[in-house]
């Protein structure tokens, strides 16, 4: 399949880059300087935009199959709290998956995977106080994106797929999918979503749906672990 994968620089879109390439998609990575890390990368076209520019996103988005997309704000959630962001617009999420969303419906792509974050929507009231209090102090406004993100897909008349990960971290791992927006573990591996990421795309099913990714099938309610749930190990397609 052809993919377009929008924010592919950083943490999450390179892993599901690579991961994409690995199973031998047809990958375009776009960000502002996608050239800089996948210039030269069999497999991968990159194309430098911004995903806040709608002919950037028109250019990329044209004679895709599906697209991904992982943007984000790279620095650190601390300065972007207290001082904003030096280079990214707080809104850049939301901005730019309307972005997309319009580009898609414009050239008749269909299938549309978004990566938001476990606390947002339907798991807004599921996550532990811990994780409540860092959302409050330091990351509310870029999980307010997130919410405004989600609408944008949930109102886009595609085939949409979000994905709501816990904490990310770069280690490895399996992935707990669940449909009913439980949660195992709060941290999960990049790689281990990315394979989710990319089970997606390759259309497991899962249109119109949110589904809560999280680290470890430890913890997790029997019930929850029958239908809605499954694992998906990186470099594995999810089994149920
Ligand atoms: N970190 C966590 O624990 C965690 C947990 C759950 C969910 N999430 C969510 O997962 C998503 C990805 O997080 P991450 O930490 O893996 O990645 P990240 O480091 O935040 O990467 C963000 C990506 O977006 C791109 N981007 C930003 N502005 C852009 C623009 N205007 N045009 C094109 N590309 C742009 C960046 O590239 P350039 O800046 O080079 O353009 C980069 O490729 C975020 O939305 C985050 O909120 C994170």
Redesign the pocket.
């Known amino acids: 399949m052809k993919v377009l994968v929008?924010?592919?620089?950083?943490?999450?879109?390179r892993a599901v880059v690579e991961t994409l390439a690995g199973r031998g998609h047809e990958v375009t990575a776009?960000?502002?300087?996608a050239g800089a890390v996948f210039g030269g990368r069999s497999g991968v076209r990159a194309v430098d935009?911004?995903?806040?520019v709608r002919e950037d996103v028109d250019r990329a988005v044209r004679g895709q199959d599906a697209v991904v997309v992982?943007?984000?704000?790279?620095e650190h959630p601390l300065r972007v709290r207290l001082l904003g962001s030096a280079?990214?617009p707080l809104d850049?999420?939301s901005r730019?998956t309307a972005a997309v969303v319009a580009a898609m419906r414009e050239h008749g792509v269909r299938r549309l995977v978004v990566?938001?974050?476990?606390g947002v929507g339907a798991t807004r009231d599921r996550l532990p106080l811990s994780s409540r209090v860092v959302f409050a102090l330091l990351l509310r406004p870029?999980i307010d994106d997130?919410e405004r993100q989600e609408d944008a897909v949930r109102a886009s008349g595609l085939d949409w797929s979000l994905v709501q990960?816990?904490?990310?971290t770069d280690g490895t791992g399996e992935a707990v999918v669940s449909a009913t927006g439980d949660a195992a573990g709060m941290r999960v591996s990049?790689r281990a979503v990315a394979a989710v990421l990319a089970d997606l795309v390759e259309d497991r099913g899962d249109h119109q749906r949110s589904l809560a990714v999280s680290g470890t099938r430890r913890g997790l309610a029997p019930d929850a672990r029958q239908g809605p749930s499954r694992t998906a190990s990186p470099g594995q397609a999810g089994s149920s």
């Open positions: 929008v924010g592919a620089t950083g943490g999450s879109g776009f960000a502002r300087r935009g911004d995903a806040t992982a943007l984000g704000i790279s280079g990214t850049v999420r730019g990566q938001s974050s476990y870029q997130h990960p816990v904490t990310l990049r």
